[in-house]
């Protein structure tokens, strides 16, 4: 019953250090996301993945990388963090590109 | 440039009465509406959504309803509980679109 599964949930780091927020799903999706959420922002999407192997990128991707390591996981690097980077990162899955999502728990990240 | 509006940060009622939450959006090619409900330190999880080609969509307590010339949509809750109480967004995206836009969310309490 595990569903989406974010690590780590939080998170403090400093400019310049690097970092990967790792998701993993069991509910057999070909689609993932990263989100991040600021406060009066909403969820702004970062980068997906349509199907294992793909990746494109979203509306807010830059500072950012991403890898689609197989069918189940979806990684979210910083390579140099910065301060605007402080955010709350959500991971998501749908079974397909047109459907609804699931969403994990959350990393909150703070960069100093 | 956001696409989806949602204008209320907040909104309060009574238990027992009718909350509404509203939802614009300037993006004339969504053609699938969503509404997610976030409590603190989860991720969101979906409520209802609904299709272009309708205009109201219910599942129990809650309604959605969609004015494509207008651009807006919105959420009805009846009658509304102290279990609601919750951040709401409205969500849009067009046809097998990977690319779901958020708005900014509206904080209900319900208060009993």
């Known amino acids: 019953n595990a569903g989406v599964t974010q690590t780590p949930k939080f998170q403090v780091l400093k400019t310049g250090q690097s970092m990967t927020l790792q998701c993993a799903q069991d509910m057999n999706h070909n689609s993932m996301y990263w989100y991040r959420q600021d406060p009066g922002m909403g969820l702004r999407l970062i980068y997906y993945?349509?199907?294992?192997?793909?990746?494109d990128k979203g509306e807010v991707p830059n500072g950012y990388n991403v890898s689609r390591l197989n069918k189940r996981e979806f990684s979210l690097r910083l390579e140099s963090a910065a301060p605007s980077q402080t955010s709350v990162y959500f991971c998501?899955?749908?079974?397909?590109?047109?459907?609804?999502?699931?969403f994990g728990s959350g990393t909150q990240l703070s960069v100093l | 440039d956001q696409q989806v509006k949602q204008n209320s940060p907040s909104l309060s009622v009574q238990e027992g009465r009718i909350s509404i939450l509203n939802c614009d959006y300037t993006n004339s090619m969504f053609d699938y509406f969503l509404w997610y409900k976030k409590y603190p330190a989860e991720g969101p999880t979906f409520l209802i959504s609904?299709?272009?080609?309708?205009d109201k969509n219910e599942d129990g307590r809650f309604t959605v309803f969609l004015n494509k010339s207008a651009k807006h949509l919105s959420l009805h809750i009846v009658p509304s509980q102290p279990g609601d109480s919750a951040v709401y967004f409205c969500a849009a995206r067009s046809y097998n679109n990977n690319d779901m836009r958020f708005g900014a969310g509206t904080r209900l309490t319900v208060k009993p």
């Open positions: 998501a899955s749908s079974p397909s590109g047109g459907g609804k999502l699931f």
């Open positions: 609904i299709s272009s080609i309708k």
């Open positions: 993945s349509a199907s294992e192997g793909t990746t």
